[in-house]
T-cell receptor, first 112, second 117 residues
């Protein structure tokens, strides 16, 4: 069955450091993969999308990589700030259904 | 341009009652997705609709749950004869014409938190 794995333990880092979050998937052939941010009590907010033929995508302090051989995406936040503290969700989108399917998310806590 | 609007934000129902959750997509969006989120769990896909059509309902329980997206008006997720296990946050998302085939993101509402007592 299809499975999406994100670190279940919270990631604690110091302000200014780079945060790296991991998303592994099995039994998927995603046409693309999305990353969202979710704050407590609120809906997810889209951050970045990376296609299967792209290795890396950047947007300001954010960087996403996509390795279809390893079946893994990495999400980086450079120069992290306390305001980056949130839960980050990855969502591979299969070429068949085209329905975003979400992992459990990883909680990021940036300490001042 | 208003975002995706969900109402009510909070809904309390007694066991056995019906819950109706509404979602107005962003202007110009014709695709709607419904997800359920339990505490400490991820978003679970329920149903994908276009105007007047259910495209994929593979994530929706066969009994008591139904969804519609009429030509006019919001999308409705209906839960009949609610049970305590239905307590969760229900999120709606919308995307432009072409849906996810266009490699676009989904825009989420703030959710409806259903509590069954």
């Amino acid at each position: 069955s299809q499975k999406i794995e994100q670190n279940s333990e919270a990631l604690n880092i110091q302000e200014g450091k780079t945060a790296t979050l991991t998303c592994n998937y099995t039994n998927y052939s995603p046409a693309y993969l999305q990353w969202y941010r979710q704050d407590p009590g609120r809906g997810p907010v889209f951050l970045l999308l990376i296609r299967e033929n792209e290795k890396e995508k950047r947007k300001e302090r954010l960087k996403v990589t996509f390795d279809t051989t390893l079946k893994q995406s990495l999400f980086h936040i450079t120069a992290s700030q306390p305001a980056d503290s949130a839960t980050y969700l990855c969502a591979p989108v299969s070429g068949g259904s085209y329905i975003p399917t979400f992992g459990r998310g990883t909680s990021l806590i940036v300490h001042p | 341009n208003a975002g995706v609007m969900q109402n009510p934000r909070h809904l309390v129902r007694r066991r056995g009652q019906e819950a109706r959750l509404r979602c107005s997509p962003m202007k110009g969006h014709s695709h709607v997705y419904w997800y359920r989120q339990l505490p400490e769990e991820g978003l679970k896909f329920m149903v994908y609709l276009q105007k007047e059509n259910i495209i994929d309902e593979s994530g929706m329980p066969k009994e008591r749950f139904s969804a519609e997206f009429p030509k006019e008006g919001p999308s409705i997720l209906r839960i009949q004869q609610v049970v305590r296990g239905d307590s969760a946050a229900y999120f709606c998302a919308s995307s432009p014409p072409g849906g996810a085939h266009m490699n676009t993101e989904a825009f989420f509402g703030q959710g409806t938190r259903l509590t069954v007592v």
